[in-house]
């Protein structure tokens, strides 16, 4: 029982982290993507 009770609150745990740090970089990089792709792939350009 004290298994399990340990394990969800572990998962439980690791998800409000998780949340809590998307939301700090989410607000630090102004709700754009943190590493922009430099230049388009090869398997992108193929088709133009």
Request: net charge positive.
């Given at each position: 029982?004290?298994?399990?009770?340990?394990?969800?609150?572990?998962?439980?745990?690791?998800?409000?982290?998780?949340?809590?740090?998307?939301?700090?970089?989410?607000?630090?990089?102004?709700?754009?993507?943190?590493?922009?792709?430099?230049h388009?792939?090869?398997?992108a350009?193929?088709?133009?």
């Open positions: 029982m004290i298994a399990e009770l340990l394990a969800s609150f572990a998962i439980a745990a690791v998800t409000v982290a998780w949340t809590f740090l998307a939301t700090v970089r989410w607000a630090r990089f102004g709700n754009d993507q943190p590493n922009p792709p430099r388009t792939p090869s398997w350009r193929r088709n133009r």
